[in-house]
């Protein structure tokens, strides 16, 4: 039985969640399960095993499932032959530059989008402000990940941990802290989902930092807010949800895995002002 024939049995009206259906299947496989039995495919798009056999029994006659000798399922070859042709046409910077675009008219602030690479971040896309007192971020730009500001923040704490543990031992020796007080401090930021900070590398600026992740569940890029502390820091609770829904969505389309991501309503709120004051001034003493 083909797909037309399964969308066809349930309706027009119910057509756009058949096909939500069936391309939830394939979230159901990651890295660590590559290899499904049906139930366990039911389970992960919570629907009756009965249903669930008819859409996953139409992809393998599509030739997107395979099932193995085990009765297990797993993806086909023919994703290699997809992927192939994503990663040919499209780089992060055409697929992240809609959703900054959206970010920065939503904001009216500078937007960047910023790349891990060794010791150092780069900057490899910047939407400007209107507003004639700005950030002077530019593509291309190098700064070292040395735990100040935002964007290094967010790269280093989503870092694997054998570079982050390289990263942390400069980043110590440089600010003369220990690494256990950084690496608490990346944690946090890794469990919030984003970071904020105010005039740590330029006085006077502010900025707001959340990860965006790819299809191999890594993190190594991150879009950032950046705006004069005055202009941003009476804004924070606002741009938070928004800026968390932009990386989410460039995540979606960098085929992230959907426990990967963290989700803006599932994030963390922004701490009250009096609670970000605490923190900051706690900072600031150390």
């Known amino acids: 039985m083909m797909l037309r024939t399964v969308l066809r049995e349930e309706g027009n009206e119910t057509m756009m969640r058949c096909v939500e259906r069936t391309l939830a299947v ?14 366990e495919i039911a389970d992960g798009i919570d629907l009756p095993k009965s249903t669930t056999f008819r859409i996953v029994h139409s992809l393998e006659q599509l030739g997107y499932l395979i099932r193995l000798e085990d009765q ?3 993806l086909s070859f023919r994703f290699t032959r997809l992927a192939g ?29 910023n790349v891990a690479g060794g010791r150092d971040r780069t900057c490899i896309e910047v939407i400007d402000t209107p507003a004639p007192l700005m950030s002077l971020a530019r593509p291309g730009q190098h700064v070292p990940l040395d735990h100040t ?16 543990e390289k990263v942390v031992g400069l980043a110590a020796k440089a600010k003369g802290r220990t ?3 950084i690496a608490s401090e990346l944690a946090r930021v890794r469990r919030d989902g984003y970071c904020v900070s105010h005039g740590e590398r330029v006085l006077g600026l502010s900025a707001i930092s959340a990860p965006v992740w790819d ?20 804004r924070i609770e606002e741009f938070v949800p928004v800026l968390l829904t932009a990386t989410h969505e460039i995540s979606r ?27 900051e001034t706690a900072t600031a003493r150390r």
Request: charged residues 25%.
């Open 26 to 39: 394939f979230d159901c496989f990651t890295a660590q399960r590559m290899r499904l039995t049906l139930q």
């Open 215 to 234: 299809t191999g569940d890594a993190a190594t890029y991150c879009v950032t807010i950046t705006a004069p502390t005055v202009r941003l820091k009476p």
């Open 72 to 74: 297990k399922y797993c």
């Open 149 to 164: 500001g935002a964007t290094a923040k967010t790269l280093m704490a989503h870092m694997a941990a054998s570079e982050q």
């Open 85 to 113: 042709l994503v990663m040919s046409t499209l780089g992060i910077r055409q697929v992240a530059r809609p959703m900054m675009l959206d970010l920065q008219r939503r904001t009216n602030e500078t937007v960047t989008l």
């Open 253 to 279: 389309r960098l085929g992230a895995a959907r426990d990967a991501v963290v989700a803006p309503s599932a994030a963390r709120k922004a701490p009250p002002a009096r609670t970000r004051a605490r923190r």
């Open 179 to 181: 690494r256990a007080e």
